[in-house]
C-alpha cells in the first residue's frame, strides 16, 4: 500500500498536482518522557516543540547533574534522554589542599556549601591570603587564596588556587609557573605566568571552574567596575594656593576612548535574554556618561552576519544630541532582524571591529596610538560557523600593540561576559585580556544576574565630583535608613527660636559648602547657631552645622500690599553656609546638579563652548508637561520622599492661574501679580491622574528634573494653594491643589546663587554659563 503511495504521489507531482498533499507538513515535536530530574523540575521555552529548550531548575546549593539543558531538534531531545534520571547533586567547592609549607582544616574528601576550611603555615614562613574561607553558593571559595611563603625571591610566591596543581617553585626575574586544573574543572587567567622586572606576575591569576561554577554580581560588579575605573582614570586636583581640593574624572592620553560593544543576537541566546542585553548595554552606556568623559562607540549585534548600530567613525560625525539617537536606534532593534540566518559567527564580530580599527589606524595613526580602545561582547561562545574567532582576536591586539612600542599593554581591554548554561569557558579565556590584577572575563548564569551587576558596579565614593547622582528607590526593597543613597541632597533643618517653638524646612545641597532652600523658612531675629541640619535618614550621617544664612536681597514679601497682595513669594530664596570649609562628598551626601553651570553640562551630555544657560532651559523646560519631582519631609504609607509630578508650561499654565484665582478670590489681574512668570507650577491634572502637592515641612526642598541618574534642581518648593495633608478634603480640592515652585532659571535667581556659589573664597566654586 505504501508503494502505491509513493508512486501515486510521484506521479501527480511530475504533473503539477497533488492532491494528496496540502499545506505545510506537521510540525515535529518532542516527547514529553523521561525527562524528570531527581530533587528538581524543569522549565520549557516552548512548550515540546520544534526548537524549545529544556532547563533543569535545582534548590538553592544544588546543580543538575550530568546534563543541564535540551533542545528539541527534528523531533527528539537533545542529548537524548536516557534510563538514567538526572539529579539535582550538592554543589561542591574545588579541592583547598594546595596549600605549599602549610596545613588546611579540616580534610575531607568533598567540600560543600557552607563548609569552613583555616590555613596556617609551617614555621619560618609567612602567611597571606584568608585565613578562613568559606564554600560559597556558587561553587567558589570565599576571601583570596593562601599563601605560606619565604618571599626571599624577586617575586612574591603567587599562591595555587584551589583544585589546581602548580609547577615552578623558583621566582626571580624571567622564571615560570605553569598551572593545570583538576579534572573536569576549566582554567580561567593565565596557565603560565613569568616573573617581571618590577616583581609582579604576567598575566592574571588563575581560577579552577567547574561547569556549575559562576562569578557572583558583587564580585563582578567590583572587578570590572575597577578595571573600567581605571581605564576612566581618576585624577586628584589640588588648589595649593586655597588649599582646597575635589575631584575631577578624566581620561588619560590626552581623553581618547573608543568603545566597542558586541552583542550575540543567535539562535543559541533566546529572545528575552537579548532583550535584557539591550537594556544592560543602555544602562552601560548610561554609567560611563556619569564620568564627564566622552567616549566614541562602536555597537555591532551579530548572528550570522553583522548589523552596525553604530560605528566609530560614523559616531564621531554625529551632532550632539548622537548618544540618545544610538540608545533609540538601540532599543527599536529587533531580535528577528537578524533574519532567518541565525547561525553565530563570532570571528565575524571580531572581524567587523578589528576592520573599524584598522580604519581608525590608517586615517590618524598618531591618534589611534593615543586612544585607548576598549572591547565588551556578550556571547556564551557557541559558534557553528566562520571558524575560532582567536585569529582576528590576535590580530586586534597586533594592532593595538604596535611594533614601536614596547609595552602598550594598557591600552587594549577586551572583556566579555559569558551569560548562559553552556558557556565555552577555556575558548573565551583566550580571547580576553590578562593583566594583573585585573580580571576581563566573568561567567554569569543569566543576563537577570549581568543586570544586578551593572546596578552595583557604581560607587558613587569614588565619584564625589558628580552632582546629582543617585540611585533608583524601591520602597519595597529599602527602608528609610538605606533610603539615602537615592536622594544624597537631601538635607532637613530646624530652627528653634527664644519662644522655644520650632519650624522645619527641607533644603539641597547645592554645593560642598552651601544649601538651598526657601527664606521664608527664616525669621529676622533667627540665630545660625540656633539652626539645627540633620540628613532625614541618617542623623549620624556627617555633623553639619550652620556658619550663616544669606536671604536674597530682594525677597520682599510685604512688597506688593499697596496693589492689594498681602504676601508676595517672589524670589523667596536663602542659602545656609556651612561651618566647615567644604563638606566631604561621599555616596550618601552629594550636591545636586543645578542649571547654568559647567557642571551641569556633564550631567545633561552638553559640551562646547557655545552651551549657555537658555541651552539648559530648552534640555530641561521643554514642552507643556515636563517631568519632575519633589522631596517631602514625610513618609506617606511606604516611605518614598521623592514625589512624581509635572511643570505645566506653556498653555498649560493657565489652569494653574485659573485654579489660583478660584480658590483665592482674586482677580485676573491680582492673580497674574502674585503668580509671575518667575514661579513654576504642579499639581492638579498630570498625565496620569492629580498630583501630589506639597505639605508643611516641604517648603525649600529640591524641585527637580531627572536625566539617567543625575537630578537637576530647577526649582525651590517655595508655596501652595491648599493644605491637603491635615484634613480629608474632596476629590474636586484636591484637582484644584497646585504647587508654586521658586524658578532657578530666573536671571536674579541666577544673580543671587553665582553670588555665592560662584565665589573662590567660600570653597569649591561652580562655573556659571552665559545666558
Known amino acids: 500500500m505504501e508503494s502505491v503511495f509513493c508512486y501515486c504521489l510521484l506521479f501527480f507531482v511530475m504533473i503539477g498536482i497533488c492532491p494528496f498533499v496540502t499545506g505545510a507538513p506537521p510540525e515535529r515535536r518532542c516527547s514529553n518522557s523521561n525527562l524528570d530530574i531527581t530533587g528538581g523540575t524543569f522549565t520549557l521555552s516552548n512548550n515540546y516543540d520544534e526548537d524549545s529548550i529544556l532547563r533543569y531548575r535545582c534548590p538553592q546549593g544544588y546543580y543538575p547533574y550530568p546534563v543541564k539543558m535540551r533542545e528539541c531538534s527534528r523531533g527528539k531531545w537533545d542529548p537524548v534522554p536516557t534510563r538514567r534520571q538526572p539529579e539535582c547533586r550538592k554543589v561542591t567547592c574545588p579541592n583547598p589542599n594546595v596549600l605549599d609549607n602549610g596545613v588546611v582544616e579540616p580534610y575531607k ?14 614555621s619560618d614562613y609567612a602567611f597571606r591570603g584568608s585565613s578562613t574561607r568559606v564554600c560559597q553558593l556558587n561553587g567558589k571559595w570565599s576571601g583570596s587564596t593562601p599563601i605560606c611563603s619565604r618571599d626571599s625571591d624577586h617575586c612574591l610566591d603567587p599562591g595555587t588556587p584551589p583544585g589546581a596543581s602548580r609547577t615552578g617553585h623558583i621566582f626571580n626575574i624571567d622564571d615560570k609557573v605553569t598551572y593545570r586544573c583538576d579534572n573536569k574543572l576549566k582554567l580561567l587567567g593565565s ?24 562569578d557572583t554580581p558583587a564580585e563582578v560588579a567590583e572587578a570590572f567596575g575597577s578595571t573600567l575605573k581605571t581605564t576612566l582614570s ?34 543559541s541566546i533566546d529572545e528575552e535574554d537579548f532583550e535584557r542585553a539591550k537594556d544592560i548595554i543602555i544602562q552601560l552606556i548610561n554609567k560611563i556618561s556619569y564620568y564627564e568623559v566622552s567616549p566614541n562607540y562602536e555597537i555591532i549585534i551579530f548572528a550570522t552576519e553583522v548589523t552596525r548600530i553604530v560605528g566609530i567613525t560614523d559616531f564621531k560625525r554625529e551632532d550632539e544630541r548622537k548618544l540618545y539617537k544610538i540608545i533609540k536606534t538601540l532599543k527599536d532593534y529587533k531580535y528577528d532582524e537578524k533574519g532567518e540566518k541565525s547561525g553565530t559567527n563570532i570571528a565575524k564580530a571580531f572581524r567587523a571591529i578589528l576592520d573599524s580599527m584598522s580604519f581608525e589606524k590608517a586615517r590618524d595613526k598618531t591618534a589611534f596610538n593615543e586612544t585607548r580602545h576598549v572591547i565588551i561582547m556578550f556571547t556564551d561562545g557557541i559558534y557553528n560557523m566562520g571558524g575560532t574567532p582567536i585569529y582576528n582576536v590576535n590580530e586586534i591586539k597586533h594592532l593595538v600593540k604596535n611594533e614601536d612600542e614596547v609595552n602598550r599593554d594598557e591600552y587594549l ?26 580580571k576581563h572575563f566573568f561567567l554569569l548564569p543569566n543576563m537577570e544576574e549581568v543586570q544586578q551587576t551593572l546596578d552595583e558596579m557604581i560607587d558613587e565614593s569614588t565619584s564625589v565630583g558628580l552632582c546629582g547622582l543617585h540611585r533608583s528607590f524601591k520602597p519595597d526593597k529599602q527602608s528609610v535608613q538605606n533610603a539615602r543613597p537615592s536622594y544624597p541632597w537631601l538635607i532637613q533643618f530646624f530652627v528653634t527660636r527664644e519662644d522655644s517653638k520650632t519650624s522645619n524646612c527641607l533644603g539641597s545641597l547645592v554645593s560642598p559648602k552651601f544649601i538651598l532652600t526657601a527664606a521664608h523658612c527664616f525669621k529676622f531675629e533667627d540665630l545660625p547657631d540656633n539652626i ?43 542659602l545656609i553656609e556651612n561651618w ?36 539648559h532651559r530648552e534640555e530641561l523646560l521643554s514642552g507643556e508637561f515636563v517631568d519632575a519631582y519633589f522631596m517631602s519631609s514625610k513618609p506617606r504609607g511606604n516611605f518614598h520622599p521623592k514625589n512624581s509630578v509635572q511643570f505645566k ?19 485676573d489681574e491680582k492673580t497674574r501679580l502674585l503668580i509671575t512668570d518667575s514661579f513654576l507650577c504642579t499639581g492638579g491634572q498630570g498625565r496620569e491622574g492629580v498630583e501630589e502637592v506639597s505639605c508643611k515641612g516641604d517648603s525649600g526642598g529640591a524641585a527637580f528634573s531627572e536625566k539617567g541618574l543625575r537630578a537637576v534642581q530647577v526649582g525651590v518648593v517655595s508655596w501652595g494653594l491648599k493644605d491637603v495633608c491635615t484634613a480629608e478634603v ?42
Open 234 to 267: 581618576i585624577h586628584e586636583e589640588k588648589d595649593r594656593t586655597l588649599g582646597q581640593h575635589g575631584k575631577k574624572i578624566q581620561l588619560d592620553q590626552k581623553g581618547k576612548l573608543n568603545i566597542y560593544i558586541a552583542l550575540d543576537a543567535s539562535d
Open 413 to 438: 581591554d577586551l572583556y566579555v561576559f559569558g551569560v548562559g548554561e553552556e558557556v565555552q569557558k577555556e575558548e573565551i579565556n583566550e580571547w580576553v585580556t590578562k593583566r594583573h590584577p585585573e
Open 730 to 771: 474632596s476629590y474636586d480640592e484636591r484637582e484644584k491643589a497646585r504647587d508654586f515652585h521658586i524658578d532657578l532659571f530666573n536671571p536674579e535667581v541666577q544673580n543671587f546663587l553665582k553670588k555665592y556659589l560662584g565665589d573662590e573664597t567660600r570653597g569649591t566654586p561652580l562655573t556659571f554659563l552665559k545666558r
Open 109 to 122: 574528601p568533598l567540600y560543600y556549601v557552607n563548609d569552613t576550611t583555616t590555613y596556617r603555615c609551617h
Open 649 to 667: 508650561m506653556g498653555h498649560k499654565r493657565d489652569a494653574c492661574i485659573e485654579d489660583a484665582k478660584e480658590t483665592l478670590k482674586m482677580s
Open 532 to 574: 539645627k541640619l540633620e540628613t532625614p535618614s541618617d542623623r549620624n550621617l556627617q555633623q553639619l552645622k550652620a556658619k550663616n544664612f544669606m536671604i536674597h536681597e530682594k525677597y520682599q514679601p510685604k512688597a506688593k500690599v499697596s496693589e492689594g497682595i498681602s504676601v508676595s513669594y517672589e524670589l523667596m530664596l536663602a
Open 191 to 214: 596557565k603560565v605566568r613569568v616573573c617581571q622586572d618590577g616583581g609582579q606576575w604576567s598575566g592574571q591569576a588563575p581560577e579552577c571552574y567547574t561547569d556549575f561554577t559562576y
Open 580 to 615: 566647615k570649609m567644604e563638606i566631604e562628598a561621599q555616596s550618601n551626601l552629594r550636591p545636586i546638579c543645578i542649571p547654568c553651570t559647567k557642571e551641569t553640562s556633564g550631567a545633561l551630555k552638553l559640551s562646547g563652548s557655545d552651551v549657555t544657560c537658555a541651552k
